[in-house]
């Protein structure tokens, strides 16, 4: 590398910096979504009588089978004949959240399933409702076994946000094809910089995640392992 | 008028006939134990009571509300019974402090202060008083069941219902568990036991209830039916168990 692609490259670095902050907020949008319809259709699935959760299943079947890049194209563009003015950030964030769901929603339904059908009898034997049980005893629990496949989710959605570019959306793979476009010296030390981007967010949201899972560890399951008590 | 009564009741699971039939009534302040062989229904017989299991037929009472009626709110008779489970089925994410007051707080919407305060009496009164902070993996199962008795008890049940209370603890600490049992049977609770402790049967029961294959075979006070039971079937089944399990406890 020349002088001068040295300072291209280090000139790129906070354009990619920019883009990688798209990734950030995509990825935060995703996740939030992904959770919350993900735990929603768990719980259908567990706990809701027939026709609703086979449509739980069929959901999740949807959104597990189609490929994310054509899923993105299905909802850009479909999302775009109803209404005008939706933005290639906001499908991308409903694409790939609806996608995490999907995922998300089989690691709950296997924790939810994990806690067992004792805790929901105990807590109803006291005289809670079902969604209070849910509430204050089954999610807490099936929360914190989900720690570990979640954190695999984590590192797959986070990565999966660079497809984003595929509908437009100026994030930092997109950044650094235009910066490799402008200066072809730089495509391969500007895609290392971006692998070792999203490297470091591996690592950093991993950790956070290892952190969050000793934060609330259940005293005396130490020993034990995760899972029933038994 | 009687606290609990049960009358025909019924329930099957696909082409099994679990209960047939089943109607006994409680006084209050009674205490009766329910025994009889395996998969004969006997779990299932208490979970109908309250509902957690939902019976095919047959009508429930309690102190003169109906159970079974589908116009009565569960929610509110299910806090009025207590329920004690073979494996504790303590709520493993909290604390024994919290297992008791979580019922007190979401269930009977009382205050933080006043739920921690019912709390620990009822803890003290099982004699886990210096157990408050533990979760249940760090509880011996007798300490584990005696908390789950004081979650029952903090509700200020109308009605104990316990479901093999002893059967999953180590010999060595059944008897710490049937002690607070008895205390409670002599301060005047009202429970429904299932339980081959015989020794306990003899002692705190007024009344013993033999099932088999869904049906009450013979119910009466332990001296007759330990004497002088009606029905053959009865003397062979007490015979067998109090063998297998001795007069301890
Ligand atoms: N949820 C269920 N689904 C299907 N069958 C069940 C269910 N619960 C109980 N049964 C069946 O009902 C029968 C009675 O079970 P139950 O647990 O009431 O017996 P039990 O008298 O308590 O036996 P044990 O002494 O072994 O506890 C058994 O044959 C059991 O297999
Ligand atoms: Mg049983």
Redesign the interface.
Known sequence: MTAVDWQNLVQGIPSLLRGLLVNLEILFGLIALGFAVGILIALIQVYSPRPLSALAVGYEWFFRGVPEMVLLMLIYFGLRQFRVGITPFIAAVIALGLRSSAYQSQIFRGAIQAVGR??M?????????RL?AIR??IL??AL?LSIPPWSNEFSSVLKDTTLASAIGVIEVFKKARFIMGRNYALALPIFMVVALFFLFLTYAGNWALGALERRYR????EA?GAGE?? | MALLVVEDLHKRYGKEEVLRGVSFVLERGETKVIIGPSGTGKSTLLRCINRLTEPDRGRIWLNGVEVTSPRTNIYKIRAQIGFVFQDFNLFTHLTALDNVRLGLIRVKGMGKREATERAMRELERVGLGDKADAYPAQLSGGQQQRVSIARALAMDPKLILFDEPTSALDPELIGEVLQVMIELAEGGMTMLVVTHEMGFARSVADEIIFMEKGVIVEQGPPEVLFTNPRVPRTAEFLRKITEFYGESG
């Open positions: 004792r805790q009898m105990a807590a109803l034997s006291v005289g809670m409702t209070q204050h005893v807490p629990q914190r259940i005293p005396g399951f034990k008590r038994f």
